[in-house]
């Protein structure tokens, strides 16, 4: 069972937000602000940390800073009632994970802590498993039913980001980016190239396949649940 750490000042939201966690499977502890919620994480190990950004004593901002700067990687969602970009932009500098608007539709967190903590352990574990096939980061390998393939890089690291996020649509310009850089000279057909190589070297494989959405981009779509 996760452990979920909701640190917020309002009682009422704070009762709520455990309700619904702990509905969802989730094992909740409250904390009033960011100083109880830091005493909390020297107790108990967290797997995750929803926080408000306004509390006495530290803030959401305060108490993400002072985490990452002590090293701490637990994902953390802010939630906040400020909803002006310099908010947000404050909260991601801090080193926050996600960012929700109060108000919030619990449904929403839910999915959000959800994909957070899925996030949280394809970082760690540095593998993402599909059905039968296994992705190693750090070997670049792609191993089906025990027959391991060693990628070229850059192809790895395509498919990598494509399966660490299922039926999520990438742009190519966000591909490119994200995989040769901001300022390489790659183009579009370069993109082009890497799929068409991924599909043929994965052909028959029976867990995913990598779909082309017309006018945007790439999407990987598991095959297998």
Known sequence: MFNILVAEDNPDMRELFCTVLSDSGYRCLPASDGLEALDIMEKEYIDLIVADI???NMDGYELTRTLRDSKWETPILMVTAKDQFADMQQGFRAGTDD???K????RELVLRV???????????EKKITIGSTVL?????TVTIH??????????????Y?????????????QLMDEIWGMFSETDERTINTHINRLRDRFSDCSDFEI?????????AVKKVE
Do not use: C, H, W
Request: aromatic share 12%; hydrophobic share 40%.
């Open 146 to 159: 025990g027959k391991e393939t060693i990628l070229p890089q850059k192809e790895f690291y395509l498919l």
């Open 136 to 140: 190693n980061y750090d070997a670049l």
């Open 99 to 101: 960012y929700m608007v």
């Open 114 to 124: 959800e994909a957070l903590l899925r996030r949280a352990k394809i970082s760690s």
């Open 211 to 219: 779909v082309t959405i017309r006018g945007l981009g790439y999407k």
């Open 161 to 173: 980001k494509l399966l660490s996020y299922p039926n999520k649509i990438f742009t190519r310009q």
């Open 103 to 106: 108000p919030v539709d619990v």
């Open 54 to 56: 306004m509390m006495p």
